[in-house]
């Protein structure tokens, strides 16, 4: 996602008496001048400003280069106004200042000098902890507000990715095929905010060593933007969970990395259909059913719809569990404006189950907690949609944030059970 917007920014450079070899676009110390190459047809060609050409006698006077360069945000966020070329000598409360006014910082200087100053940018940030609400769904949306203004604040320091994805920062890493599994390849320079690329580093981590799931006793890989299987609690109700009688496929519906699939294949159900809206996610969970050796009984289609065609004799679904807006992509998975796919998937259920089989549906009461749903209005929609519990697992949370005491939403979490609904048609 991004909005398509050059930024204009210029630098001073030193031209160096030998020309430099092709650039690398990642590593220490790169020089970036006269002599640097721009491909034809390069959105970002640098244009030396008239007068300011260096001559073989003054060859270590500074040149301008102007540069613009498009901006890339996933999460949504809108190009800076204003930006302003800055490097190591930039200090955090200057830089503070700056960022709250609406002025971007786009870093020149050492790579983690940059993640230095966002902690230092964090902290401050930090101290602006908002009061509590009068209810707890006041709580969340304020806290949320707070969380959006952090990371609009936090998205203000930027960064040049060059045309290859890479950081051509002192002491930067190569984040080449981070970038590369985020963006895509590469195909010219971009500016995206630290506090983004960091997300890109970590995600291209887990992506690499994977997140251990008991109930499958293997790995999952979850991709850049796909929801991430680290609360183990809702994997192992479906690992638990007594399979119906109903001889048929199964579908997994809003399958992430596909690890609930995968899961009912470890179980021994030898035919199952995962879908989901996000292309990230279909990609991902194709490449972890690759990975497990699993492709002969999990098919992932791109349906075009929350439910595949025909009928199944299990159905699973694991809906965002908090009926909010999501304000970035990668909160696609944990926000579900207006509890849309939750209703989709209990409105579409008794048309696609064989007789005798059952719709699991994985959701926490931390949305009851939080007071953006009740309890009744659930079971209303179970009603509604024609549908009988059979049975109901619950689960209580065991990520560490469930006992963090200084989250503003402490109570809910606390209190929070997640559960897997086993549903059948009511007639
Ligand atoms: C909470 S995640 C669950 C992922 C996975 N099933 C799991 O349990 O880890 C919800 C998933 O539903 C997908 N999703 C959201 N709305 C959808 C829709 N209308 N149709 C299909 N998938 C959807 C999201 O992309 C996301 O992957």
């Known amino acids: 996602m991004s909005d398509h917007t050059d930024i204009t920014w210029t630098e001073d450079v030193r031209p160096t008496r030998t020309r430099p070899g092709r650039r690398s676009g990642h590593g220490p110390g790169r020089a970036t001048g006269p002599g640097d190459d721009s491909l034809p047809g390069d959105p970002d060609t640098p244009t030396p400003e008239p007068d300011t050409s260096p001559t073989p006698e003054s060859d270590t006077t500074p040149t301008t280069l102007t540069h613009t360069t498009p901006w890339h945000s996933e999460s949504g966020l809108p190009a800076p106004r204003r930006v302003r070329v800055v490097d190591d000598r930039m ?14 910082l786009l870093w020149r200087g050492d790579y983690q000098g940059a993640r230095q100053l ?61 970038c590369t599994e985020a963006y895509g390849p590469p195909r010219h320079r971009t500016i995206v905010s630290l506090r983004e690329l960091l997300g890109v580093i970590g995600a291209h981590e887990w992506r690499r060593k994977g997140v251990p799931i008991p109930a499958l006793d293997a790995r999952i890989h979850p991709h850049y933007g796909v929801f991430s299987p680290v609360r183990g609690e809702y994997v192992d109700l479906v690992g638990d969970a007594p399979l119906p009688a109903a001889r048929g496929a199964a579908f997994d519906l809003g399958t992430g990395t596909g690890v609930l699939a995968a899961v009912l294949a470890h179980r021994g159900l030898d035919r199952i259909v995962a879908t989901d809206s996000s292309p990230r996610a279909l990609a991902c969970a194709r490449d972890n059913v690759e990975r497990l050796g699993i492709g002969d009984r999990v098919e992932v289609v791109d349906s075009g719809d929350l439910y595949p065609a025909g009928r199944a004799a299990l159905v699973v679904c694991n809906p ?5 807006r999501p304000t970035s992509t990668v909160e696609q998975g944990v926000y579900d404006p207006g509890s849309a796919m939750l209703l989709a998937f209990l409105d579409g259920l008794a048309d696609h189950l064989e007789p005798g089989g059952e719709g699991w549906l994985i959701l926490s009461d931390l949305a009851e907690h939080l007071g953006l749903r009740t309890r009744d209005e659930l079971v209303g929609a179970f009603d509604a949609a024609g549908l009988r519990v059979v049975d109901r697992h619950d689960a209580k949370p065991r990520h560490p944030r469930a006992a963090d005491t200084t989250d503003p939403l402490h109570a809910a979490r606390a209190a929070e059970v997640t559960s897997l609904w086993r549903l059948a048609p009511a007639g």
């Open 91 to 104: 200090k955090a409360d200057a830089a503070y200042r700056l960022v709250c006014e609406g002025t971007a």
């Open 320 to 324: 965002p569990w908090l009926p909010a």
């Open 118 to 178: 966002l902690t230092a940018l964090g902290r401050r940030l930090d101290r602006l902890t908002p009061k509590p609400g009068a209810t707890p769904a006041e709580t969340f949306h304020r806290h949320r507000q707070a969380r959006g203004h952090r990371a609009r604040v936090l998205g203000m320091l930027l960064v040049v990715l060059e045309d290859d994805h890479g950081l051509a920062l002192r002491r930067a890493p190569d984040v080449r095929a981070a």
